[in-house]
């Protein structure tokens, strides 16, 4: 019985080695991406107009810190102001500059990514689009 016991087992956890190989990689991957550029942490949130997603932006916790945002769909050209928020403080740290409908930029941050709540772009005419990042 306790020779069954050990092969069902020995079965059972290489199944599970399989199946979560793709993880283990994607994890070891991430984890080296991190440790070139001394990162802790890498986030990204959907850029939202009126609850459509137009865009998308990243975060990134590390030596520096920064926030890029790429805005996919905008309403119209112009240049639109990256502004970053936490609970203490606001700040306009670049702009994007649209010329037909789509547009990237970024930033370094004085700020611990995990603090910051909100990445707006705000149009020449005050359209704010938003990307809320999730909890702090």
């Known amino acids: ?21 793709d993880e283990r990689e994607l994890a070891d991957r991430y984890e080296h ?4 550029a001394d990162g802790r942490y890498f986030t ?3 850029i939202l107009d009126d609850g459509v997603q137009v865009g998308h932006v ?18 119209e050209p112009g240049s639109y ?3 970053v928020t936490t ?6 740290v670049g702009s994007c500059e649209v010329a037909s ?3 990237g930029a970024g930033a370094t941050v004085e700020a611990d990514i995990g603090e910051i709540g909100e ?14 990042l999730p909890d702090r």
């Open 58 to 75: 990243f975060l990134y916790q590390g030596e520096p810190s920064w926030v890029f945002a790429v805005l996919g769909e905008a309403s």
């Open 101 to 103: 409908t789509s547009c």
């Open 44 to 46: 990204a949130a959907p």
């Open 81 to 83: 102001d990256l502004i």
């Open 119 to 132: 990445v707006l772009l705000v149009a020449p005419d005050g359209t704010t689009l938003t990307a809320s």
């Open 33 to 36: 991406t991190l440790a070139v």
């Open 1 to 21: 019985m306790y020779k069954r016991q050990v092969v069902i087992a020995a079965a059972a956890g290489g199944t599970v080695w399989t199946v979560t190989a």
């Open 87 to 92: 609970d203490e403080w606001t700040a306009t």
